[in-house]
């Protein structure tokens, strides 16, 4: 079975770091691109990052550059995404996402994890 | 990089069909071949539906069809059914940098 499954959410104070993981199974997942897309609390969806099959193509969205970093390990199927400087308006549901192809953006995000919750808060 | 517009309701009967429209600029549908239609259930994970305008994955009912004409990319639902009603989300790729945008998102209502 084709899976995503999230982990490393939790309630962090204002400033400080996270670090989440996606771990991949039933698909040769060094193989295709991988994202980052989060939904605040009764909000739309936004996309936060994308990195291509080999790491060589990474993209942010703006309002997260400087900040997040996304990155992958192929040996152990697994993808992470580096939250530093945490805000209140990072608080989301965040969600782990295939694209279809080996490069990100292009033709969509077949394959969702179920997601991990952030919440930032004092 | 403003998300794509769409409408925050839309409803219709049983078996009636349905469009939700997704409007940008000529900087990214209207430059676009990419754009997606994700279908999202309370409480869970988005799911594709469209990709590359007017692709369905398998497993999709062909029930959902894409278009687009110049900056505005529609999803029309046909056979509205129950199981029908969730949220929509459109998506377009913008450039390299950016990658992918959403649409603020519709509520599908079956009445």
């Known amino acids: 079975e084709v899976q995503l499954v999230e982990s490393g959410g939790g309630l962090v104070q204002p400033d400080r770091s996270l670090r989440l993981s996606c771990a991949a199974s039933g698909f040769s997942f060094g193989d295709y691109a991988m994202n980052w897309v989060r939904q605040a609390p009764g909000k739309g969806l936004e996309w936060v990052s994308g990195i291509s099959w080999n790491s060589g193509h990474i993209a942010y969205a703006d309002s997260v550059k400087g900040r997040f970093t996304i990155s992958r390990d192929n040996a152990k199927n697994s993808l992470y995404l580096e939250i530093n400087s945490l805000r209140t308006e990072d608080t989301a549901f965040y969600y782990c996402?295939?694209?279809?192809?080996?490069?990100?953006?292009?033709?969509?995000?077949?394959?969702w994890g179920q997601g991990t919750t952030v919440t930032v808060s004092s | 990089q403003s998300a794509l517009t769409q409408p925050a309701s839309v409803s219709g009967s049983p078996g009636q069909s349905i469009t939700i429209s997704c409007t940008g600029t000529n900087t990214d549908i209207g430059s676009s071949e990419f754009v997606s239609w994700y279908q999202q259930h309370p409480g869970k994970a988005p799911k594709l539906i469209i990709y590359d305008v007017d692709y369905r994955p398998l497993g999709v009912s062909t029930r959902f069809s894409g278009s687009k004409s110049g900056n505005t990319a529609s999803l029309t639902i046909s056979g509205l059914q129950a199981e029908d009603e969730a949220d929509y989300y459109c998506?377009?790729?913008?450039?390299?940098?950016?990658?992918?945008?959403f649409g603020t998102g519709t509520k599908v209502t079956v009445l």
């Open positions: 998506s377009s790729y913008i450039t390299s940098n950016t990658l992918y945008v």
């Open positions: 996402a295939r694209d279809r192809v080996d490069s990100p953006g292009y033709h969509g995000m077949d394959v």
